[in-house]
């Protein structure tokens, strides 16, 4: 993955600062997290934000394995 600098304002990086350390996360990763939501969201406005919060969930469980198929019948 190739990595680019950016400047970003201090206030939102404190911010980040503060919901990564709560999430166990490092800031880069927690302004990232925050970017894919927003990319989300613009993409489909008509979803409500715990439906992509849970979206972007059920993803990292796929990637990880922990998910079953579901049986139908």
């Given at each position: ?29 927690q ?43």
């Amino acid at each position: 993955m190739a990595t680019t600098s950016i400047r970003l304002d201090e206030s939102l990086v404190e911010k980040a600062g503060i919901m990564a350390k709560a999430f166990n996360r490092t800031v880069p990763k927690q302004i990232e997290h925050w970017a894919k939501i927003g990319e989300m969201m613009e993409d489909n406005p008509d979803l409500p934000y715990e439906f992509v919060r849970q979206a972007i969930i059920a993803k990292a469980e796929i990637e990880a394995g922990k998910l079953e198929p579901y049986e139908f019948g």
